[in-house]
């Protein structure tokens, strides 16, 4: 799965999640989604640059992930469109 499609299914996921807590009517349930919702800002990750990770793996490590993703990512299967 690409990152744009990873970023899309979790916009889809975002936007199902929403929908359903529309639905809630139940007061203790609405208030439990809002502790975990609040629970989740505390342990906020911000972001590194990319440069920040310059140098972390070596040469053959980094060709190594290349060749990973060349050989299982960049593969179209056709019968996951169907």
């Known amino acids: 799965m690409s990152i744009k499609q990873l970023a899309m299914f979790g916009e889809a996921k ?20 809002e502790t975990v919702i609040a629970k989740s800002k505390l342990h906020v990750i911000g972001r590194k640059s990319f440069t920040s990770f310059a140098g972390m793996w070596t040469k053959e ?3 190594e992930l290349e060749k990973t993703i060349e050989e299982g990512c960049e593969q179209i299967h056709p019968d996951d469109w169907k």
């Open 14 to 33: 975002k936007l199902h999640l929403i929908e359903e807590i529309l639905k809630i009517e139940n007061d203790a349930v609405l208030a439990a989604v």
């Open 61 to 63: 490590e980094a060709d």
